[in-house]
T-cell receptor, first 113, second 116 residues
């Protein structure tokens, strides 16, 4: 399978703990996006990378959130000091260029207790 | 700011019948892309169909077609000969034509039920 993969698929954590998610994009795709999706809503943009450069961040991405894409390959999204409001599905997508369709991964479902 | 509105939270259709899902959007730009994505239960989002705003011809993909009304800022999805596998959440999405800021703006989705 050469699609976008995300790990873990599910994460349960206690409030105040840190969590890290990983996204592996389609291998030749240079753009990578993170979205957050809460129940009953469409995905909301968090941030995106072109190669290793983080070019845009949404105001939804508070200072507790940080994302990296070392070497322009996989990406990680870390949430520090998790809060119950962080409970959501975190989606990753990748594309070959700005004009190209974004392909989504299966998501990581986070539950903060 | 761009907004995408899907006014039908839920829709149902009889198997083999046709259903149309509505989407409107707000933008001040003249060129952009519009998409319909499908998200089956507990499965990842997949692209259904894509439309470039500069193209007057409506996009079609097999049983899926769109009615793109640029002046009205409307982008509806028609599913013909509905199948059980079409049951899913459908999201309409907008994206700017730009080398930056090309994230998607999604609507809140329409849950489609297909009745056997």
């Amino acid at each position: 399978d050469t699609g976008v993969s995300q790990n873990p698929r599910h994460k349960i954590t206690k409030r105040g703990q840190n969590v890290t998610f990983r996204c592996d994009p389609i291998s030749e795709h240079n753009r990578l996006y993170w979205y957050r999706q809460t129940l009953g809503q469409g995905p909301e943009f968090l941030t995106y990378f072109q190669n290793e450069a983080q070019l845009e961040k949404s105001r939804l991405l508070s200072d507790r959130f940080s994302a990296e894409r070392p070497k322009g390959s996989f990406s990680t999204l870390e949430i520090q000091r998790t809060e119950q409001g962080d409970s959501a599905m975190y989606l990753c997508a990748s594309s070959l260029g700005f004009a190209e369709t974004q392909y989504f991964g299966p998501g990581t479902r986070l539950l903060v207790l | 700011a761009q907004t995408v509105t899907q006014s039908q939270p839920e829709m149902s259709v009889q198997e083999a019948e046709t259903v149309t899902l509505s989407c409107t959007y707000d933008t001040s730009e003249s060129d952009y892309y519009l998409f319909w994505y499908k998200q089956p239960p507990s499965r990842q989002m997949i692209l259904v169909i894509r439309q470039e705003a500069y193209k007057q011809q409506n996009a079609t993909e097999n049983r899926f077609s769109v009615n793109f009304q640029k002046a009205a800022k409307s982008f509806s999805l028609k599913i013909s000969d509905s199948q059980l596998g079409d049951a899913a959440m459908y999201f309409c999405a907008y994206r700017r034509v730009s080398n930056t800021g090309n994230q998607f703006y999604f609507g809140t989705g329409t849950s489609l039920t297909v009745i056997p």
